[in-house]
């Protein structure tokens, strides 16, 4: 099976210009946090009903993931998932058949998310 990948743009952001900064997950919702590398600012992406995520690096993805993919590249921090591994052993067995499964990629590492809303992606500021 085949794994693909949609980009959802962000406008000045790569996955090789942005590290994982900070993650909390409250009441349903997750916060991720991107310093990006090349730019004074901060990244922040918010997904509402959340109902489980993953931080990996690129060297721990499990072997039972590793599927054929397409429409993966180092230009785009996040993507919405169809045909995943992760996506099929949890819904519709454990979480709602309306998740889907996103996937933020910097560098060296990846955070793979299961929601029923779309990422919401904004700049909080500038860093110093």
């Known amino acids: 099976m085949t794994t693909s990948y949609r980009a959802i743009p962000v406008e ?3 996955a090789l210009n942005c590290q994982l900064s900070g993650i909390r997950w409250t ?3 997750l916060f991720l946090d991107f310093t990006i590398t ?3 600012m901060i990244v922040r992406a918010t997904v509402k ?3 489980i995520f993953r931080v990996l690096t690129e060297t721990y993805i499990p072997a039972t993931e590793s ?3 397409s429409g993966l590249s180092e230009e785009h921090l996040v993507y919405s998932v169809r045909g995943s591994f992760f996506h099929r052993h949890h819904v519709p067995s454990l979480f709602d ?3 889907r499964h996103y996937r933020f990629v910097t560098g060296p590492k ?4 299961l929601a029923r809303a779309e990422p919401v992606i904004r700049t ?3 860093t110093k």
């Open 97 to 99: 058949a309306s998740a």
């Open 49 to 51: 009903d959340c109902d």
């Open 67 to 69: 599927e054929a993919q």
């Open 38 to 40: 090349d730019k004074p």
């Open 12 to 14: 000045g952001v790569s």
């Open 27 to 29: 009441e349903g919702t």
């Open 124 to 126: 909080l500021g500038i």
């Open 110 to 113: 990846l955070v793979d998310v």
